[in-house]
Nanobody
Framework: VQLQASGGGLVQPGGSLRLSCAAS????????MAWFRQAPGREREVVAV???????YHADSVKGRFTISRDNSKNTVYLQMDTLTPEDTAVYYC??????????????????WGQGTQVTVSS
């Protein structure tokens, strides 16, 4: 299994970015996929989760600004990030939970991780 995250970069406050997570070795609509982020000196925290059923969860800190989605034909999960703030600066990781755990906001239930992509929000 490989998860290839991309799309990070430097953006000004109020700007937008779209992250992509291309999966191989698994089928994204049969597992739980998620985006987490980790800022320096902080623990990895959940950003958004997309269950195999299609239902989505977004953390309160990003609700209304970020949207998780998927393209089954490309076996790719996306994170559309709008109205970015400096507090969103972090390395963003995509994860896959092949066991369909209940604790979807817990990083330890995810079996596979992408390499991370840096998002920096600064003027």
């Amino acid at each position: 299994v490989q998860l290839q995250a991309s799309g990070g970069g430097l953006v000004q406050p109020g700007g937008s970015l779209r992250l992509s997570c291309a999966a191989s070795g698994l089928t994204i609509n049969r597992v739980t996929m998620a985006w987490f982020r980790q800022a320096p000196g902080r623990e990895r925290e959940v950003v958004a989760v997309l269950r195999w059923s299609g239902s989505a969860y977004h953390a309160d800190s990003v609700k209304g600004r970020f949207t998780i989605s998927r393209d089954n034909s490309k076996n790719t999960v996306y994170l559309q990030m709008d109205t970015l703030t400096p507090e969103d600066t972090a390395v963003y990781y995509c994860g896959a939970d092949t066991q369909r755990s209940v604790a979807i906001t817990t990083a330890t239930v995810y079996d596979f991780w992408g390499q991370g992509t840096q998002v920096t929000v600064s003027s």
